[in-house]
């Protein structure tokens, strides 16, 4: 049984950070993941991808729409969507390959599985495999993030109906595209499909948009977005989700 100073379950922003620094300062450290690769929900399947498409999308508007007013003719530009995905790829890969650097770096070790406090001091790592191994240590952080919130009675197939990380990675461009919330995750990748052909329409269930912000600065997002082309149906619910042939 291996025993540390401090367990880390999670190597997200919070967990890898903390992680880093308890080790710089001499503490002896373990980071319990289940994922494949580190970083969690932001380097993965948030924050990093989603900038990185949200940039490519910009430079593709940018080069159809802004160009030719500044007396630079390219023409209409082809969309790849193949390849803006592996741009995406690969911005995500360097991320959570230089956060494993940084774990090595400062002799970090690290478990694969799902993590379990069964005890003080003791967190239990069920591996992919199935075998389990139990950890040890003086203090424990729990550092494991979030999960998408499904709504009651609309079953997600991340094929159709997406979460955040189903809409990070759609094979194609789809001819409408119905986001379900208007805080930052959603407006983010509703903006992003938009620039790239698709006609999106977000439903909000308040009576604006980014609940939490500053009134004038929503105010001010939301007319940006409507001259990019998103509509809004605010103070308005989803009930129910039918599947009729292609149309949902």
Wanted: include cysteine.
């Amino acid at each position: 049984m291996s025993t540390y100073d401090l367990v880390v379950i999670g190597s997200g922003p919070a967990g890898y950070v903390c992680a880093i620094r308890a080790a710089q300062l001499g503490m002896k450290v373990a980071v319990v993941e289940k994922r494949a690769t580190y970083g969690g929900t932001c380097l993965n399947i948030g924050c990093i991808p989603s900038k990185a498409l949200l940039y490519a999308s910009e430079m593709f508007e940018e080069a159809g729409h802004g160009l030719e007013k500044l007396g630079v003719k390219v023409g209409a530009p082809k969309l790849d969507l193949k390849g803006m995905m592996a741009h995406k790829d690969a911005t995500v890969e360097s991320n959570v390959n230089g956060v494993a650097f940084l774990f090595k770096k400062n002799k970090i070790d690290t478990f694969r599985g799902i993590g379990r406090i069964d005890g003080p001091g003791k967190v239990t790592v069920a591996r992919e495999d199935g075998e389990t191994e139990t950890v040890e240590a003086k203090s424990i952080v729990i550092a494991t993030g979030s999960e998408s919130t499904p709504l009651p009675g609309i079953e997600i197939d991340e094929e159709r109906v997406v979460t955040s990380t189903g809409a990070l990675s759609l094979p194609e461009v789809p001819r409408r595209l119905l986001v379900v919330g208007a805080g930052v995750i959603g407006l983010e990748l509703g903006s992003v499909w938009r620039r790239l052909g698709a006609e999106v329409t977000v439903v909000e269930f308040l009576d604006r948009i980014l609940p939490g912000f500053d009134g004038d600065v929503a105010k001010q997002t939301q007319r940006i977005l409507r001259r990019q082309g998103l509509t809004f149906r605010l103070s308005s619910k989803l009930t129910g989700v039918e599947k009729t042939g292609d149309a949902i």
